[in-house]
T-cell receptor
Framework: GAVVSQHPSRVICKSGTSVKIECRSL??????MFWYRQFPKQSLMLMAT?????????EQGVEKDKFLINHASLTLSTLTVTSAHPEDSSFYIC???????????FGPGTRLTVL | ELKVEQNPLFLSMQEGKNYTIYCNYS?????LYWYRQDPGKSLESLFV?????AVKQEGRLMASLDTKARLSTLHITAAVHDLSATYFC???????????FGPGTRLSVLP
């Protein structure tokens, strides 16, 4: 149980375009989802926390107008990188927690490359 | 601000040797996780430590937690090449709602 999926696993896009990444909880209801970013050879850094039906809470230094997060259902959250630039290239990992769980379950990650 | 430190950041060791990775954190917490990450992959959960004095073992890895010292250790016994990966500790300061990761320890086990 407690499986989290992400789609796509890899995406390459041109600078200036927008990219949407999906995070799904497959076998539980995710009341809270988290989005992390990981640059090469670095640790995971929390970008934002989203609760179903509410606006996401962004960490300091993360542009909410650039990284749009939607958590419209208890099994799906999306991260849209708007007007992507090469410096947005990174590994994006989502995690989720349910109402009865007090831990986070991590997705397999999405590798974004912006040319 | 919570700080999580790992020591060492890089570790190169020979097969068959033992070593310990340390994770120090700066605030009160009794919940700590260890993860393994292979290149290009996401996190694989290794251990969940939920109380002071907790000790967990799986194969050649053993993790412990001392909440009073704010210290967790990941001990490697008789290392093998397959253990080569990056290991992260993560401190949970809000029962699943707030994880803070350490910088990671990149382990390379040489034949």
């Amino acid at each position: 149980g407690a499986v989290v999926s992400q789609h796509p696993s890899r995406v390459i896009c041109k600078s200036g375009t927008s990219v949407k990444i999906e995070c799904r909880s497959l076998d539980f209801q995710a009341t809270t989802m988290f989005w992390y970013r990981q640059f090469p050879k670095q640790s995971l850094m929390l970008m934002a926390t989203s609760n179903e039906g509410s606006k996401a809470t962004y960490e300091q230094g993360v542009e909410k107008d650039k990284f749009l997060i939607n958590h419209a259902s208890l099994t799906l959250s999306t991260l849209t990188v708007t007007s992507a630039h090469p410096e947005d290239s990174s590994f994006y990992i989502c995690s989720a927690t349910g109402s009865t769980a007090d831990t986070q379950y991590f997705g397999p990650g999405t590798r974004l490359t912006v040319l | 601000e919570l700080k999580v430190e790992q020591n060492p950041l890089f570790l190169s060791m020979q097969e068959g040797k033992n070593y310990t990775i340390y994770c120090n954190y700066s605030t009160t917490s009794d919940r700590l996780y260890w993860y393994r990450q292979d290149p290009g992959k996401s996190l694989e959960s290794l251990f969940v430590l939920l109380s002071n004095g907790a000790v967990k073992q799986e194969g050649r890895l053993m993790a412990s937690l001392d909440t009073k010292a704010r210290l967790s250790t990941l001990h490697i016994t008789a290392a093998v090449h397959d253990l080569s990966a990056t290991y992260f500790c993560a401190v949970d300061i809000s029962r699943g709602q707030n994880f803070v990761f350490g910088p990671g320890t990149r382990l390379s086990v040489l034949p």
